[in-house]
């Protein structure tokens, strides 16, 4: 499977601050970009995701920003809370739906 | 939205037994399913893509006979770990799609092997 690259590994967050992650990828034929939020022992519940036909995606407040040409993408939590304490997932899906997922990132959000 | 049932959550099973786990879609039809494995602190690999009515398709490593995926309907599909050994222990889980993309992932099988 072609590699999904994803930083940084661990995040840790003031209440109320910003939280940004990056991913980057390699295959152009990649054409659906989800995020996944995961708690511990529990299954990826799907956040936001993205087509490369549009450079962003805002859902309340989550926003994926994507750049075509330099293969990356982006998640950001504005005003982050106690509760998105988890680990985040990017992932690339091509024509075969199958999705290669990123190594994840562990966010702490302090109170 | 789409409900993905996995079951069980957890098993404890002693080594050279064997372990099926199942995962259900609740308010549709899924053609397609996937299983993934997870171990600790790390992310999901995929395992195999389980099509309905035929053969599930093996990701390069995973050993089929091992690891056997039955897909017998729309809405029903079985992970049987065989002759499972302590290094099968980890954390395994299922997603399936109503659409092209939008798959839902199960709530997790937490498999020991003692």
Redesign the interface.
């Known amino acids: 499977q072609q590699q999904v690259k994803q930083s940084p590994q661990s995040l840790i967050v003031q209440k109320g601050g910003i939280s940004i992650i990056n991913c980057a990828y390699e295959n152009t034929a990649f054409d659906y970009f989800p995020w996944y939020q995961q708690f511990p022992g529990k299954g990826p519940a799907l956040l936001i995701a993205i087509r490369p036909d549009v450079s962003e995606k805002k859902e309340g407040r989550f926003t994926i920003s994507f750049n075509k040409s330099a293969k990356q993408f982006s998640l950001h939590i504005m005003d982050s809370q106690p509760g998105d304490s988890a680990t985040y997932f990017c992932a690339a899906g091509g024509s075969n739906y199958k999705l290669t997922f990123g190594k994840g990132t562990l966010l702490t959000v302090n109170p | 939205g789409a409900v993905?049932s996995?079951h069980p959550s957890r098993v404890i099973c002693k080594s050279g037994t064997s372990v099926k786990i199942e995962c259900r879609s609740l308010d549709f039809q899924a053609t397609?399913m996937?299983w993934y494995r997870q171990f600790p602190?790390?992310?999901?690999m995929?395992m195999a893509?389980s099509n309905e009515g035929s053969k599930a398709t093996y990701?390069q490593g995973v050993e089929k006979d091992k690891f056997l995926i039955n897909h017998a309907s729309l809405t029903l599909s079985t992970l049987t770990v065989t002759s499972a050994h302590p290094e099968d222990s980890s954390?395994y889980?299922c997603?399936a799609?109503e659409t092209?993309?939008?798959?839902?992932?199960?709530?997790?099988t937490?498999l020991t092997v003692v």
């Open positions: 993905v996995q397609t996937f602190k790390q992310s999901l995929l893509t990701e954390f889980i997603s799609s092209s993309y939008g798959y839902t992932f199960g709530s997790g937490r």
